[in-house]
């Protein structure tokens, strides 16, 4: 954020020295906004955590629980939904669950649904082992292993998270790992949790 707004002041400069003063008053003021105002651009919460500009709905997305229960983003409307598409065989995937599992452990009964959907091609077996070899106890198992949630969400690296508010609207996302249970990645869930 701090390069775009030094890229937006060089070139209100730049007006200013081609005597295009009005373009340099809102270049300048744009940068201003991204180097000074807390929240303009970005949101608190993980480092790279990306708001969305307006919430919008989040797109139809299909998986399975454990059981082969077909299951669709509409079935957890009224909660919180930190949704983390990722996989067994993905090092910062893996490195990033148990802060995920933490994080349902003290975020469950507030009405926060953390789903991990994972698009391993082998399903839940290979899903189960990880999280037995991994100590996972409060996060539910999801699969997706035609990866349709992946494509859903447009994303093109895992793991990817994204954060659904009560009303089915995607608020920010985050692509790569992040310590969801930091203070910061709290802070950010309880903003929606409280709303």
């Known amino acids: 954020m701090a390069i775009i707004a030094l890229i937006l002041a060089v070139a209100g400069g730049v007006c200013v020295v081609m005597a295009s003063r009005g373009m340099a008053v809102?270049?300048?003021a744009a940068a201003v906004?991204?180097?000074l105002i807390p929240g303009f651009g970005t949101v608190?919460?993980?480092s790279g955590f990306a708001a969305a500009a307006q919430p919008v709905a989040a797109p139809a997305a299909r998986f399975k629980a454990a059981n082969g229960t077909r299951l669709t983003l509409e079935d957890f409307r009224g909660q919180v939904v930190l949704l983390n598409i990722w996989a067994t065989w993905c090092a910062p995937c893996r490195s990033?669950?148990?802060s995920l599992d933490r994080l349902q452990a003290m975020h469950g009964a507030d009405g926060l649904e953390v789903l991990a959907v994972s698009v391993d091609r082998d399903g839940a077996g290979e899903v189960r082992r990880f999280y037995?070899?991994?100590g996972i106890r409060?996060?539910?198992l999801y699969v997706?292993?035609?990866r349709g949630t992946q494509?859903?969400?447009r994303a093109r690296s895992i793991p990817t998270t994204v954060l659904i508010d009560r009303d089915g609207n995607v608020v920010g996302s985050l692509v790569g790992a992040a310590q969801w249970d930091s203070p910061e990645a709290q802070a950010l869930v309880r903003r929606y949790l409280d709303d």
Do not use: I, V, Y
Request: charged share 15%; net charge negative; aromatic share 12%.
């Open 26 to 28: 809102l270049l300048f």
């Open 33 to 35: 906004g991204l180097w």
């Open 44 to 46: 608190g919460g993980p």
């Open 96 to 98: 990033e669950m148990a």
């Open 132 to 134: 037995q070899q991994s």
């Open 138 to 140: 409060n996060l539910k």
């Open 144 to 146: 997706d292993s035609d």
């Open 151 to 153: 494509s859903a969400f």
